[in-house]
Each structure stands twice: as C-alpha cells, then as structure tokens.
C-alpha cells in the first residue's frame, strides 16, 4: 500500500470497525484468527496512519470487518455500510444464541442439584416443622418450570418458521451470486465467520 494513503486507509478502517461496533482490541483478535500479530497498538497505529498496511493484511481486516476491499480502496458501494450494520446486528444475535445454548445446557444440571437437595431434605426432615415451607418452595419451582418450558416451546415454534425462512432465501440469493468458484469463495468465508462468531472469538466447546 502507498504510504500517501495510509492516513485515508487509517480513516476508514476506524469509520468501518466503529460502524460495526468493535473496539481497537476486537478488531486486534479478529484479524489473528487468520495468522497476523496485530495488537491493541497495531490497530491504533493503523488507524492514525502510523503504520502501512501489506495487502494481505489489509484483506484479512476487511474480513475480519466483514467488508470488501473496495472499503479500504475508497471505492465500496452505497450498500457497503449497510453491510457492516447488517453484521453488527449479526453479532448481536449470535451473542444472544450462544447465551440461550449455555442456559439450556446448564439446565439440566442445575435442576439436577436442586432435586438431590430436595431429596436429601426428604429423606431426613420430612414431618418436620419446615415441611411447610419445603412444600411451597416445591410447588413454586415446578410452577415456574412448567412456565418457563412452555415458553421455550413457544420461542422455538416462532423461531424455526423464520429460521427457515431466512436459510431458503440465503440459499437462493448464494446460487443467483456468479461462478462455481465465486460461490465457493463466499462459502468459504461465511464459514469461517460464523466458526469466528462475533468479532472474530472462536466459542469454546461446551463441557461434555
């Protein structure tokens, strides 16, 4: 890259990282996801025209941004920052599925230690003055269970119709998008951000 350009580079990646929502720091880890050493300190350098970027580098913050190269080159399309908009409302949803799959997944056992402390209640104090007290708080959770597995039920029966919907139209607008190759390319990339998620952290596999 021409080192006249760096400071006009640097502008637009910080127009485009903030657009996206993503601190100096964010942007660092997202672009080493694909081999770089970028830093906090990179990032900001980068973005005061401090330093000048190789063109590889370039492209793998473009990725890690979620734009073309043409952002950094000055001549991206009107649908360019909408673009970057649509993948910060596409982080934002990842975040909230990866916090629905962690509940559901500690569910069971967190129902599991309540009913081993119930038991162990029963077992050894049933009769006794708090029974009462140990009935209620029974009845309460299993009433609250109750409510909250219909209101899974219900999420999940709103969700898939939509779900649905919006794979059958990405799967559509993917086969209308150029050659063989180019569609490879993009399926390429999709699937590296979505094992990225958001802003470039790879999730951490779940206890089994």
Not at 170 to 188: I, M
Request: net charge negative.
């Amino acid at each position: 890259m021409s080192e006249n350009n760096d400071f006009e580079i640097g502008l637009r990646v910080k127009a485009l990282r903030e657009a996206r929502d993503m601190t100096q720091e964010d942007l660092a880890t997202a672009v080493n996801y694909w081999g770089e050493q970028f830093t906090q300190q990179t990032v900001f350098r980068l973005e005061k025209g401090q330093r000048t970027l190789k063109y590889t580098e370039a492209k793998h913050v473009a990725d890690a941004i979620g734009v073309s190269m043409d952002a950094f080159l000055g001549e991206a399309d009107p649908g360019e920052m909408q673009l970057v908009k649509t993948r910060r409302a596409l982080d934002a949803l990842y975040i909230k599925a990866q916090e629905a799959v962690f509940a559901l997944r500690t569910f069971p056992g967190t129902m599991k230690a309540f009913v081993d402390a119930e038991d162990a209640y029963w077992h050894k104090w049933r009769g006794s003055e708090s029974e009462k007290v140990r009935k209620d708080l029974v009845e309460e959770f299993y009433g609250e269970v109750r409510c909250t597995a219909m209101d899974l039920l219900q999420v999940f029966a709103d969700t898939a119709p939509v779900l649905d919907q919006m794979m059958k139209r990405s799967a559509q607008r993917l086969a209308e998008v150029g050659t063989d190759e180019e569609r490879s390319e993009l399926e390429a990339q999709e699937r590296a951000r979505i094992a990225a998620g958001p802003h470039g952290k790879v999730p951490e596999e779940a206890d089994q």
